[in-house]
């Protein structure tokens, strides 16, 4: 009888136990996609047989750069939270 007793309640605890979807559960704890960050114009100036840049398009040049890592940074943290690490 405790037998009988014991495996009711094992397989009555074990039927309310609802297991969550794999799928469900990783989209919404994912982090978002970032978006590509929007390039600022940069012209380069062909000058005395090479290029030249303004002060405020090597800022632009130099902006660029910091925002595109940065977008690389975030890309890779997402790939490593898909991968597992």
Request: hydrophobic share 45%; proline share 8%; with cysteine.
């Amino acid at each position: 009888m405790l037998i009988a007793l014991t495996i009711f309640s094992v397989a009555s605890c074990a039927s309310r136990i609802a297991i969550p979807d794999t799928e469900a559960v990783l989209s919404a704890i994912a982090p978002p996609v970032p978006a590509l960050p929007e390039p600022e114009p940069v012209r380069f100036e062909d000058r005395d047989g090479g290029l030249w840049l303004s002060y405020g398009d090597y800022r632009a040049l130099e902006r660029n750069i910091v925002a595109m890592r940065e977008h690389i940074a975030k890309l890779e943290a997402e790939n490593e939270f898909w991968r597992g690490r």
